[in-house]
């Protein structure tokens, strides 16, 4: 997603051009999640409010980027990676627990960071949708990994024996739609509960699919 202008090149300011646009790039990115993310979001943006935004000119949003969907594309994906770095952490950090504490750390990491900032939400859950095909593959695409990420977690839990053997893959990918509209919904103002009990009825859901009723732990 390279712009359309070609960017200066040599040091400046005591600053390499690698380091100078990567300054320019974050600073774009920074003003698009504001707003993208408030007001007047994606589809009432202009490129000059953004650059104006960002504090630099036109010429140096064409030179990091072609358009404005392409702004959308790189911000979309790095709120989904804040999230999977926040829930590989905490991954790493309950290694160990039972299942029940684990999936809550788990999910604590995940809720905590995507609702730290109501932009982000808005920017994965609402902007991105129904932009062009080029994004709704992206969207899905990131959806498909964190169904990815549950299956094989609940694949290594079956494997210890704490949950049900099964394939996960349609159940992950209804709870992915569940956790999705949930914290929409709630960062929103429209779910009348606190970010602990949403968290802690998404992990009745997820407990419920992997041990269903009738199911003990350790059994075939």
């Keep these: 997603m390279t712009g359309r202008l070609r960017a200066p090149t040599g040091r400046y300011g005591g600053r390499s051009a690698e380091e100078r646009q990567a300054e320019r790039r974050a600073r774009f990115l920074a003003a698009a999640l504001r707003l993208f993310g408030e007001t007047p979001g994606y589809r009432g943006t202009t490129v000059a409010a953004l650059s104006e935004a960002a504090g630099l000119s036109t010429r140096q949003f064409y030179e990091e980027f072609r358009t404005l969907e392409d702004v959308l594309a790189v911000l979309h994906l790095q709120v989904n990676d804040?999230?999977?770095?926040?829930?590989?952490?905490?991954?790493?950090?309950?290694?160990?627990?039972?299942?029940?504490?684990?999936?809550?750390?788990?999910?604590?990491?995940?809720?905590g960071d995507v609702t730290a900032d109501p932009r982000r939400i808005r920017i994965t859950f609402v902007e991105i949708v129904g932009v062009?095909?080029?994004?709704?593959?992206?969207?899905?695409?990131?959806?498909?990994?964190?169904?990815?990420?549950?299956?094989?977690?609940?694949?290594?839990?079956?494997?210890?024996g704490e949950a049900v053997p099964r394939d996960y893959r349609l159940a992950a990918t209804a709870f992915?739609?569940?956790?999705?509209?949930?914290?929409?919904?709630?960062?929103?103002?429209?779910?009348?509960?606190?970010?602990?009990?949403?968290?802690?009825?998404?992990?009745?859901?997820?407990?419920?699919?992997?041990?269903?009723?009738?199911?003990?732990?350790?059994?075939?």
Excluded: K, M
């Excluded at 804040?82 to 995940?110: D, K, S």
């Excluded at 956790?179 to 998404?202: C, M």
């Design 132 to 160: 062009s095909p080029r994004l709704e593959e992206q969207r899905l695409e990131r959806r498909a990994r964190w169904v990815e990420l549950i299956c094989a977690e609940a694949t290594a839990a079956a494997d210890r």
């Design 82 to 111: 804040w999230a999977e770095e926040a829930v590989v952490a905490a991954f790493a950090a309950a290694e160990g627990l039972p299942l029940a504490e684990r999936v809550t750390a788990i999910f604590r990491a995940y809720a």
């Design 176 to 220: 992915i739609g569940s956790v999705n509209g949930l914290l929409h919904d709630w960062s929103a103002g429209r779910v009348a509960a606190t970010l602990d009990e949403v968290v802690d009825e998404l992990v009745r859901q997820l407990l419920g699919i992997l041990r269903p009723s009738g199911w003990e732990p350790g059994r075939p």
